[in-house]
């Protein structure tokens, strides 16, 4: 089971929980004990509890002894001090031994109490001759045997009853009030069952705080480690499980597991301490009526296994179809515009809608069946009550029970079956949280393609020792996405160097893209080697690698927050100087004057709120606000007008001094004045050199110039 596992780390919450729960269960399962004790010894015996009662008058006492064997009565005799006015009251010595007492004095007490109803039993005759010596003990006790015989078949039970019967009326022969002796039992044994409620409902309510705190952690470290797993990954483990499936994962199946670690926690660890703890408090009242309670377990348990065959599939399916619907809804919202723009509004809802109903469908199929368990559940317990009633009013009939022992054992099954109940029912929800800890378990052991070296091997100092601008070399490069069979870059071999800008150009598809990506290391090479500084990439970590580089990504994207948050992105404590020389470099200072809040002003979640030029040049301020050595620019300069184009590209050349730029493009103006220019064509390098050499020696870039700019613009070098 996944969600065990889960809680390895939380085993002193654990133990906490199920020593409270067997306080709770101690609590829950004496309560019924009690009850049966205020019906029977409160109500029916007047409060009167044992058949040795606390005080008699020496006649019983004497009458008593004389019917009790040679041990038993000095045992007897021991239990009892006689008082100043002739009374005998029961001592410290006899309390220690009450039930003991209980059962030497049950039949003498009743034979004394109903003497004067047995034929030939003249007690006061009988205690003369005794004291005389003119009978013997052993005869008097084969009278008393005789007198059983004349009394009938009576069981141990209601010889018990006609004790207490024969004690009350003793209590009342010595001027006890014995409403004043049932009212004490009532308000004492009321006040014990108050506070075993209250010691009940305190441990109810830790097991819930610890449980549901408990629960929220093992919720809290899974998001975590999902979070941890999720951004280490490449583009590739990404596309395998698909954003809004990882989305659902991170929210609704770690919520699911936390549910029902709580449910674990509190229900299935009390079932079983809860039904264990009942079935022994039965066998102290009537283990005759037992196959009542097996008989309903089994029928819960085929109602359950009967239900779990016909829903448990359907709970897997649902896991997929809010994954569906996720990934719909997460489409419509991303591509709203490019939807109102086609006018394909009636076809995306119908879209939406299709997805919706399937999980509706369902999600109401499960409903259904899951409904139907509670009702068939009450129904049997009903029946049982029912049938609890029924041969236990036998027993009471016959006197081998009581009346309050019937409402124990009813309340006891009760407690069972509920017990039994509540393992049937988180044994529904336990294989749906298992699939959600399956589909979680799929992230989290997912191994990224992108590694860092083992500890011991990685050469991150021979990056962080240099402080001047990165030389990054293709040696042989060549690189495939996953299992393709074709290469989206063959042989790539390049050097940028520092204090240069080095440019990549070429058609749509050409692989330009990718090679800022090797760089950054979000791809690993299929062949060849990426290095910086003569240090192969992979033998770096990735957190030193990432901090020798500014990246520009090609499609904007801001955070939500300020402009000032944005741009000092990868340090929170970045002086506001620096924040503002990044703004100017990038051109972007002008949308900071216009606003009122100036470097406060808010920036909503991916910048929808900036134009997508004003996005582009934040994002560039960003990368520039980095105290890094290599610049990276992939097709960031697309958004921008050409005379920004132009006055960015002249303050980079003047301000990053000996760092080394790397620009992506498709526009022959951003990539005019570069000192290395590399053409692309599928994949391959088709041409190096400056702008005037690949007018000579390259027809691709050639084709390219001649279908972006004039031949006045190419020969003058300059663009407007």
Same mark, same amino acid.
């Given at each position: 089971?996944?969600?065990?596992?889960?809680?390895?780390?939380?085993?002193?919450?654990?133990?906490?929980?199920?020593?409270?729960?067997?306080?709770?269960?101690?609590?829950?399962?004496?309560?019924?004990?009690?009850?049966?004790?205020?019906?029977?010894?409160?109500?029916?015996?007047?409060?009167?509890?044992?058949?040795?009662?606390?005080?008699?008058?020496?006649?019983?006492?004497?009458?008593?002894?004389?019917?009790?064997?040679?041990?038993?009565?000095?045992?007897?005799?021991?239990?009892?001090?006689?008082?100043?006015?002739?009374?005998?009251?029961?001592?410290?010595?006899?309390?220690?031994?009450? /039930? /003991?007492?209980?059962?030497?004095?049950?039949?003498?007490?009743?034979?004394?109490?109903?003497?004067?109803?047995?034929?030939?039993?003249? &007690?006061?005759?009988?205690?003369?001759?005794?004291?005389?010596?003119?009978?013997?003990?052993?005869?008097?006790?084969?009278?008393?045997?005789?007198?059983?015989?004349?009394?009938?078949?009576?069981?141990?039970?209601?010889?018990?009853?006609?004790?207490?019967?024969?004690?009350?009326?003793?209590?009342?022969?010595?001027?006890?009030?014995?409403?004043?002796?049932?009212?004490?039992?009532?308000?004492?044994?009321?006040?014990?069952?108050?506070?075993?409620?209250?010691?009940?409902?305190?441990?109810?309510?830790?097991?819930?705080?610890?449980?549901?705190?408990?629960?929220?952690?093992?919720?809290?470290?899974?998001?975590?480690?999902?979070?941890?797993?999720?951004?280490?990954?490449?583009?590739?483990?990404?596309?395998?499980?698909?954003?809004?499936?990882?989305?659902?994962?991170?929210?609704?199946?770690?919520?699911?597991?936390?549910?029902?670690?709580?449910?674990?926690?509190?229900?299935?660890?009390?079932? !079983?301490?809860?039904?264990?703890?009942?079935?022994?408090?039965?066998?102290?009242?009537?283990?005759?009526?037992?196959?009542?309670?097996?008989?309903?377990?089994?029928?819960?348990?085929?109602?359950?296994?009967?239900?779990?065959?016909?829903?448990?599939?359907?709970?897997?399916?649902?896991?997929?179809?809010?994954?569906?619907?996720?990934?719909?809804?997460?489409?419509?919202?991303?591509?709203?515009?490019?939807?109102?723009?086609?006018?394909?509004?009636?076809?995306?809802?119908?879209?939406?809608?299709?997805?919706?109903?399937?999980?509706?469908?369902?999600?109401?199929?499960?409903?259904?069946?899951?409904?139907?368990?509670?009702?068939?559940?009450?129904?049997?317990?009903?029946?049982?009550?029912?049938?609890?009633?029924?041969?236990?009013?036998?027993?009471?009939?016959?006197?081998?029970?009581?009346?309050?022992?019937?409402?124990?054992?009813?309340?006891?099954?009760?407690?069972?079956?509920?017990?039994?109940?509540?393992?049937?029912?988180?044994?529904?929800?336990?294989?749906?949280?298992?699939?959600?800890?399956?589909?979680?378990?799929?992230? &989290? /052991?997912?191994? !990224?393609?992108?590694?860092?070296?083992?500890?011991?091997?990685?050469?991150?100092?021979?990056?962080?020792?240099?402080?001047?601008?990165?030389?990054?070399?293709?040696?042989?490069?060549?690189?495939?996405?996953?299992?393709?069979?074709?290469?989206?870059?063959?042989?790539?071999?390049?050097?940028?160097?520092?204090?240069?800008?080095?440019?990549?150009?070429?058609?749509?598809?050409?692989?330009?893209?990718?090679?800022?990506?090797?760089?950054?290391?979000?791809?690993?090479?299929?062949?060849?080697?990426?290095?910086?500084?003569?240090?192969?990439?992979?033998?770096?970590?990735?957190?030193?690698?990432?901090?020798?580089?500014?990246?520009?990504?090609?499609?904007?994207?801001?955070?939500?927050?300020?402009?000032?948050?944005?741009?000092?992105?990868?340090?929170?404590?970045?002086?506001?100087?620096?924040?503002?020389?990044?703004?100017?470099?990038?051109?972007?200072?002008?949308?900071?004057?216009?606003?009122?809040?100036?470097?406060?002003?808010?920036?909503?979640?991916?910048?929808?709120?900036?134009?997508?030029?004003?996005?582009?040049?934040?994002?560039?301020?960003?990368?520039?606000?980095?105290?890094?050595?290599?610049?990276?620019?992939?097709?960031?300069?697309?958004?921008?007008?050409?005379?920004?184009?132009?006055?960015?590209?002249?303050?980079?050349?003047?301000?990053?001094?000996?760092?080394?730029?790397?620009?992506?493009?498709?526009?022959?103006?951003?990539?005019?004045?570069?000192?290395?220019?590399?053409?692309?064509?599928?994949?391959?390098?088709?041409?190096?050199?400056?702008?005037? /050499?690949?007018?000579?020696?390259?027809?691709?870039?050639?084709?390219?110039?001649?279908?972006?700019?004039?031949?006045?613009?190419?020969?003058?070098?300059?663009?407007?």
């Amino acid at each position: 089971m996944r969600i065990i596992r889960y809680l390895k780390n939380c085993k002193i919450a654990v133990v906490l929980i199920v020593c409270l729960l067997i306080v709770q269960a101690f609590t829950d399962l004496a309560l019924p004990n009690y009850t049966s004790q205020i019906v029977d010894v409160g109500i029916q015996q007047s409060g009167v509890e044992h058949a040795a009662t606390d005080e008699m008058t020496a006649k019983t006492h004497d009458e008593i002894a004389m019917m009790l064997p040679e041990n038993d009565e000095q045992t007897f005799r021991d239990a009892y001090t006689e008082s100043d006015s002739g009374t005998y009251t029961l001592n410290d010595q006899g309390k220690k031994e009450q /039930e /003991e007492l209980d059962r030497m004095v049950a039949m003498p007490l009743v034979a004394i109490h109903y003497a004067s109803q047995i034929p030939d039993l003249d &007690l006061d005759q009988v205690m003369q001759a005794y004291q005389a010596g003119a009978v013997q003990k052993q005869d008097i006790l084969d009278m008393l045997d005789k007198a059983k015989e004349q009394m009938g078949d009576m069981s141990d039970s209601i010889v018990d009853q006609q004790a207490i019967a024969a004690a009350k009326a003793e209590y009342e022969s010595l001027g006890y009030n014995l409403s004043d002796l049932q009212m004490k039992y009532l308000i004492r044994i009321g006040l014990m069952m108050l506070g075993l409620a209250a010691l009940g409902m305190v441990a109810a309510v830790l097991v819930g705080f610890i449980a549901s705190r408990t629960a929220a952690k093992v919720g809290a470290t899974l998001r975590a480690k999902l979070f941890r797993q999720v951004v280490s990954f490449s583009d590739a483990e990404v596309q395998s499980f698909s954003a809004a499936s990882l989305i659902t994962r991170g929210t609704n199946d770690i919520q699911l597991i936390q549910m029902v670690t709580v449910m674990l926690l509190r229900m299935v660890l009390y079932a !079983p301490i809860l039904a264990i703890g009942g079935i022994i408090m039965i066998s102290r009242t009537n283990l005759a009526m037992s196959w009542i309670i097996v008989v309903a377990v089994v029928a819960i348990f085929v109602i359950i296994m009967v239900l779990m065959r016909v829903a448990m599939p359907k709970f897997k399916i649902m896991q997929k179809l809010i994954d569906k619907v996720n990934l719909v809804s997460r489409e419509i919202l991303t591509g709203l515009p490019v939807i109102r723009a086609f006018d394909r509004q009636a076809y995306e809802e119908k879209r939406f809608d299709d997805a919706s109903t399937h999980l509706m469908k369902t999600q109401l199929f499960t409903n259904r069946v899951m409904t139907f368990m509670m009702p068939v559940m009450m129904l049997i317990m009903n029946l049982v009550s029912v049938m609890i009633v029924w041969v236990g009013g036998h027993y009471i009939d016959t006197g081998a029970i009581q009346t309050g022992d019937l409402i124990a054992f009813i309340t006891y099954a009760m407690v069972i079956i509920m017990g039994f109940l509540m393992i049937g029912m988180i044994s529904i929800m336990l294989p749906r949280a298992d699939v959600a800890a399956q589909r979680v378990n799929e992230v &989290l /052991e997912t191994k !990224p393609t992108i590694c860092d070296p083992a500890a011991d091997q990685a050469r991150d100092e021979a990056l962080a020792a240099q402080s001047s601008g990165a030389t990054i070399a293709f040696n042989d490069v060549s690189f495939k996405y996953g299992d393709s069979k074709e290469c989206v870059l063959e042989h790539i071999d390049f050097t940028a160097e520092p204090g240069k800008t080095t440019a990549i150009i070429g058609s749509t598809g050409s692989g330009k893209s990718t090679v800022i990506k090797l760089i950054e290391r979000f791809y690993d090479v299929t062949c060849g080697s990426v290095t910086i500084d003569g240090v192969d990439i992979r033998d770096v970590s990735q957190q030193a690698l990432r901090e020798q580089l500014g990246y520009v990504p090609q499609k904007a994207f801001l955070f939500s927050g300020t402009i000032e948050s944005n741009v000092a992105y990868a340090n929170e404590d970045m002086p506001k100087e620096r924040v503002e020389e990044a703004i100017d470099i990038a051109q972007a200072s002008e949308l900071v004057s216009s606003k009122e809040e100036g470097l406060e002003a808010p920036v909503s979640q991916g910048g929808t709120n900036v134009s997508g030029g004003q996005r582009q040049r934040l994002a560039i301020a960003r990368a520039l606000a980095t105290e890094a050595r290599a610049y990276l620019f992939d097709d960031s300069f697309s958004a921008l007008d050409y005379k920004t184009d132009a006055a960015l590209r002249q303050e980079l050349h003047t301000r990053l001094g000996g760092k080394t730029v790397v620009i992506v493009a498709q526009r022959i103006s951003t990539v005019l004045h570069a000192d290395h220019i590399i053409v692309l064509d599928e994949g391959r390098i088709v041409g190096q050199g400056t702008h005037e /050499e690949l007018m000579k020696t390259c027809e691709e870039y050639r084709e390219i110039a001649m279908s972006q700019l004039s031949a006045e613009e190419l020969n003058g070098g300059d663009v407007a």
